[in-house]
């Protein structure tokens, strides 16, 4: 609760006083049930907020690990490039003499 402003709870209780019908004497519960519902409604967004930069976290982790494999693998592929340009080369030569 001490997250909460006075005119955030003000006005969440208005919207609950106008979609009951705008009842009388039910001041003191909707500014109640305001207080319960954006408490919830923080807790909730805190609880996302924790989630959310877990997987990010995690994700950037699978990222960094994904390009050390990438890297691994690429100076195999070019070496075997340049090791079959070479024997072409060989092949070349022996059958112009």
């Keep these: ?13 208005y919207y609950i006083w106008k979609n009951n019908g705008c009842p009388a004497n039910t001041s003191v519960q909707d ?11 923080n807790n909730k967004s805190s609880l996302l907020n924790k989630t959310s930069s877990l997987l990010k976290a995690s994700s950037s982790k699978k ?17 075997t490039k340049s090791a079959s340009k070479a024997t072409t080369k060989k092949t070349t030569a022996k059958k112009s003499k």
């Design 63 to 79: 990222t960094t690990s994904k390009t050390s494999a990438s890297k691994i693998v690429a100076p195999t592929k070019t070496s």
């Design 31 to 41: 500014w109640n049930l305001a207080i319960q519902q954006l408490s919830a409604t």
């Design 1 to 13: 609760m001490k997250n909460l402003n006075e005119n955030a709870i003000r006005e969440a209780a």
